[in-house]
């Protein structure tokens, strides 16, 4: 049974920082692309930031470019999202996401999902 259970969300101050935790099991964790999607209130669901299987490549929406770092640990099945310079519109539940092999923006190729984790940012 595969299960991503994700954590470290909370309430922060604009400018503050954050740092998301995407435990896995049940997946050959390092043959899984994984990505962060968020969703805002009455949004679609969107891509934050990709990282693929084997960790050397990396994506990141534009806006949060030099922001949010995306990293993974394959030992520990464990995906990471570092979330620097928090702005109110970063508030949202974030999501980890997991797929075979190869990184994509579009929410509906992926395979498993966690049940999400609420950020919100004080302005």
């Known amino acids: 049974q595969v299960q991503l259970v994700e954590s470290g969300g909370g309430l922060v101050q604009a400018g503050g920082s954050l740092r998301l935790t995407c435990t896995t099991s049940?997946?050959?964790?390092?043959?899984?692309?994984m990505a962060w999607f968020r969703q805002a209130p009455g949004k679609a669901r969107e891509v934050v930031a990709g990282?693929?299987?084997?960790?050397?490549?990396?994506y990141y929406a534009d806006s949060v470019k030099g922001r949010f770092t995306i990293s993974r640990d394959n030992a520990k099945k464990t995906v990471y999202l570092q979330m620097n310079n928090l702005k109110f519109e970063d508030t949202a539940v974030y999501y980890c996401?997991?797929?075979?092999?190869?990184?994509?923006?579009?929410?509906?190729?992926?395979?498993?999902w966690g049940q999400g984790t609420q950020v919100t940012v004080s302005s």
């Open positions: 990282i693929t299987s084997d960790g050397y490549s990396t």
């Open positions: 049940g997946l050959t964790f390092s043959t899984y692309a």
């Open positions: 996401a997991s797929r075979d092999f190869v990184f994509y923006t579009d929410p509906r190729k992926y395979d498993f």
